[in-house]
């Protein structure tokens, strides 16, 4: 069997046993790229060579001696192209390594390719990004999730062990029920955001999309931690997460939230999540139901303070600071003008307009200021629903993927495709996304597990637990 298809932990062990060596893992990747990533296209950029060169080098007595690993191309690797998928980027090498990327690096990973996102994760569907569309391998005529679909379509597709990608609203976490893998965002200030090109920084978090939840356990642990270049992080010592799986569900209380189960949402998908937290009360979990009753306003609040951020830090690109320049410009106002119209596409322009007015004089307290204001809101709806249980179940994506081009042209629409993942980055908590079934039609189904802040260890020992008794994880998709 091609080692493509083993999961991260399981090449750990045979690297470390010297059974194999990186170089093959790497081929044996390189050879399913060849035939299966014209069609997937989950990546943006390979160095194959650099690759090879790196696993020749790998030192398997390390952590991750040896693994590759995909990152999303918005996460600065030194020497590396770095697009965040924009045109506005294109030419850029990243001068430095992101906190994440160096911590990989320390452990021994070596770095397969730069995977497609939607410009600058702003997106759920990859369609927005400047380098070409990504294909869900469960069925190519749909999308693969966004903003990270490429991190998603490469581990769903055996094109990668695992991936990186980055959580704004769900950019980890939909892709990850969409395309069948496991995606995690940990709690705010859990992974240092150095490095990794900003797009609403009170929001943004690292995290990994893996086959396993144990993969996700052994990645989080490299990558978690303080660091002294970004002070939001949490100064806790650093954890091995999933140490000692327990398997059991004994005694957790899980919270349904009943804003989660909406009436519009796909009958199947709900279906699979209700099942899912019929396994967790057969297993001796108590279910409770709970309400976070702020939740009809998450996406509104979200759709403001993203845009908000993302304007001021999307000020950074002009052609002078970063970013390609308009060529012979007429004057200085005309080289900023011409520089980020013709850099940016349309879902960024949308989102710096919207920004800039929801800050600007006169609007910013009716707006901004109330957006702040309702997100400590969600922030106590978490708060108080964490007092009656230990972690809440609810779906990742109100549906399985949805045909390439369906929302495109109708942002409105798109934007609810993050109806039940965008109230954690809100309130900062950490949540994990797992298969948990398949639609008739073969299409994969997420069921998320939302922790209190720093509760990783306890989201990851119930999906554990969760994954190891069923065997989603396992299917190949047919693409
Ligand atoms: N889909 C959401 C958005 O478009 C979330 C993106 C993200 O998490 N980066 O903003």
Redesign the pocket.
Known sequence: MSLAHETLASLRRRLSSKEIHSRDIVKDLLTEIGTREKTVHAFTHIDEKAALAAAEKADSSLPLGGIPIALKDNLNALGDPCTCSSKILEGYKAPYDATAVARLRQAGAIFLGRTNMDEF????STENSALGITRNPWDSTRIPG??SGGSAAAVAGRLAIAALG??????IRQPAALCGCVGLKPTYGRISRYGLVA?ASSLDQIGPLTRTVEDSAILLSALAGHDPRDNTTDLRKPETFLSKPTGSVQGLRVGLPKEYFLPGMSPEAEAAVRGAAHWFEKNGATLVEVSLPHTPAAIAVYYIL?TAEASANLARFDGVRYGRRAVEPKDLLDLYHRSRSEGFGPEVKRRIILGTFVLSQGYADAYYRKAQKVRGLLRQDFESAFTKCDLLLTPTSPEPAFPLGERTQDPLKMYL??VFTISTNLAGNGAISLPCGFTKSNLPIGLQLIGPHFGEEKILQAAHAYEQSHDFWKRMPPV
Request: glycine share 24%; no cysteine; net charge negative.
């Open positions: 994760a702003m997106g759920s966004g903003s980055s959580d704004t609203g769900g950019s797009f993203a495709a993050d």
